[in-house]
């Protein structure tokens, strides 16, 4: 019977120091997570050409990473591509990054979108450091709006302002307000 008893008692108390390991692992894996995840957006925001015309994304699967967004160099798209890959716990990397035609239409459009955005209001101040937080993406006179902005105020301002740019033929804003993300 005492026997029996030491033996249920092992038991529990090994089936206990696994669950305990189990969510210890668990809670390991999603710093882990979490640290690639920083990694890969390091990764992607210090792109030597990587600037205000350019929009990386990113989604995680595992040890599989798949990259989307517009660039307007090809050189871009494949260094995202080579420095994700090199990352460790990133196994995969699929390649979804559109390159931007090459249009001197769409170039002047970016120049006149990004005056007319960064001079309006206080929008300047998303433009100022090394990854500004609003991107403009234009694709054959066609403009879109990525990035994050403190408040809806700012977002519409730089919706307004994009859509006064001649030439443009429309304007998609997608600007997340910070708060909201």
Do not use: C, W
Not at 102 to 128: C, E, H, K, M, N
Not at 153 to 164: E, V
Request: charged share 20%.
């Amino acid at each position: 019977m005492l026997r029996t008893v030491t033996g249920i008692i092992v038991t529990l108390a090994l089936a206990a120091s696994t669950t305990v390991s189990g969510a210890q692992l668990r809670r390991a894996r999603d710093v882990q997570r979490f640290g690639l995840n920083e990694r890969i957006r390091k990764e992607l925001v210090t792109l030597p050409y990587y600037g205000v015309f350019d929009n990386l994304a990113y989604q995680v699967n595992g040890n599989t990473v798949v990259l989307y967004g517009q660039v307007v160099r090809p050189s871009t798209r494949k260094d995202a591509e080579r420095r994700v890959a090199r990352i460790e716990g990133v196994d995969r990397v699929i390649n979804q990054i559109e390159v931007l035609p090459l249009s001197p239409f769409d170039d002047s459009i970016r120049q006149r979108v990004y005056q007319a955005v960064f001079s309006t209001g206080g929008l300047y101040r998303y433009a100022q450091g090394a990854n500004p937080s609003i991107h403009i993406i234009v694709k054959s006179g066609h403009v879109t709006l990525e990035g994050v902005v403190s408040n809806r105020g700012d977002s519409q301002l730089a919706y307004m302002a994009a859509n006064r740019v001649p030439g443009v033929f429309s304007v998609t804003n997608h600007l997340h307000v910070g708060s909201e993300s």
